[in-house]
DNA sequence: CCAAGATATTTGCAAAAGCATTTAATCCTG
DNA sequence: CAGGATTAAATGCTTTTGCAAATATCTTGG
């Protein structure tokens, strides 16, 4: 019987708390809300956030990169490169080899605004896990790459 | 040195690979991008098919409790659940003891769309977990028990 | 080397989401 | 037990999304 291996056969049947995409969408839900909260006053958006979130470590990447590191859609990021870029939050640069291609750089206002929001994301983040062991969490990232590696169909 | 126990100093340095929002966010992204596709051509949102599979679970529940379950604010719930309703898949009935709240109850022509619809999240669902072996995904479903609790502002 | 097809980004537009307000009912406190 | 505070849900309105089409550039087979 190498039956259900994987997938349950009816969600009523394994319930929600047993299924893992409903889990994270609850959790990630109330991660982005209070994030949400957060950047609000601040005339602050998710797709912005993110966006400068993912700069702050890859810098220079490609509009279509940033995409889907950012996890926001292309339209949704070339507005809010848009809404970026006129508060000098972040610089547009076409590149060179490829001139239908946009790369995106941070400018020191931008990391400087990044950093006054961190605080927010790495107090959300300790919610997550506080009481958690060292170790579990460990295991629990590792878990997240092979997710990752199982669901993207990208290259990153 | 009691040090760095829960949250990352900067993210910079701990880069977007050890954050394990940012990694959940990816997959949910994707997900959830993958069952809108799946769902778009017979009018379905996400939205009203996550109503639908909170309601094949749990029955009967109120309004608000559902908007919780199912990770959608109150005001676009509302509005879904018209258009359930509409389509004769969802029923609203008055409470009995608080005449304010309202319960929802799924339909039998309700129970058969939400049916027609899960291959496609068991499918999505098999995918993320493809490859990782049982074990590993019980102790993956732990720790989301945990980080649910400690996120979550309400009782369930 | 040119046309047809592919790729990167932006933009138009309609649909969706979210905030604040409204309506209605219940709770609670003095 | 009246009246202000609270809670549930719906609605008005504006902003944000996201799809699809447009624009611009690049690539490649003939």
Known sequence: MKDQASAPRRLGEIGLNNFP????????????????EDMAHQGMST????????????DGILIRELAIYAV???????????????DGLIRR???????????VFITE?????????WPA???AHDQMFQDI?????????????KILRNVRRNEF
């Open 93 to 103: 640069e076409t590149d060179r080899e490829d001139s239908r291609a946009t790369r």
């Open 109 to 117: 206002k931008g990391r400087a605004t990044f950093e006054r929001h």
């Open 72 to 86: 926001v859609e292309q339209s949704t990021l070339s507005r809010a490169l848009d809404g970026l870029a006129a």
């Open 47 to 58: 797709p912005k956030m993110r966006s400068l979130a993912v700069l702050s470590v890859i």
């Open 133 to 145: 062991p060292q170790a579990e969490q460990q295991a629990f990232l590792a878990t997240l790459h």
């Open 121 to 123: 994301m790495a107090r």
């Open 21 to 36: 995409p409903y889990l994270m969408n609850r959790i990630m839900g109330r991660y982005n809300a209070s994030l949400r």
